[in-house]
């Protein structure tokens, strides 16, 4: 087996890896994203925190957090 053979093997071997379906996150993040401003329709992530929110509401629109994200109810905090 001369080394044109070992490449090609490897280059075979490369091959069928990279054809496998990708994993990235950025179909995850963009599926987490269900909080939606009604004014400017940003989206936020599920994990955002109403701090964060009210402060898109003023900073943006100088509204408050009920008119931008009517009926947001922040998560439970996890605490150890």
Same mark, same amino acid.
């Given at each position: ?32 994203? +269900?909080?939606?401003?009604?004014? $400017? *329709?940003?989206? #936020? ?5 109403? @701090? ?9 629109? +100088?509204?408050?957090?009920?008119? $931008? *994200?009517?009926? #947001? ?5 996890? @605490?150890?």
């Amino acid at each position: 087996m001369g080394n044109g053979a070992k490449a090609q093997m490897k280059r075979e071997r490369n091959g069928k890896a990279a054809s496998k379906e990708p994993s990235s996150q950025l179909k995850v993040n963009a599926a987490a994203k +269900n909080i939606k401003c009604s004014v $400017c *329709f940003s989206d #936020f992530l599920c994990t955002s925190r109403a @701090k964060q929110l009210e402060e898109h509401a003023m900073n943006k629109h +100088n509204k408050s957090l009920n008119d $931008c *994200f009517a009926g #947001f109810v922040e998560p439970p905090s996890k @605490k150890k």
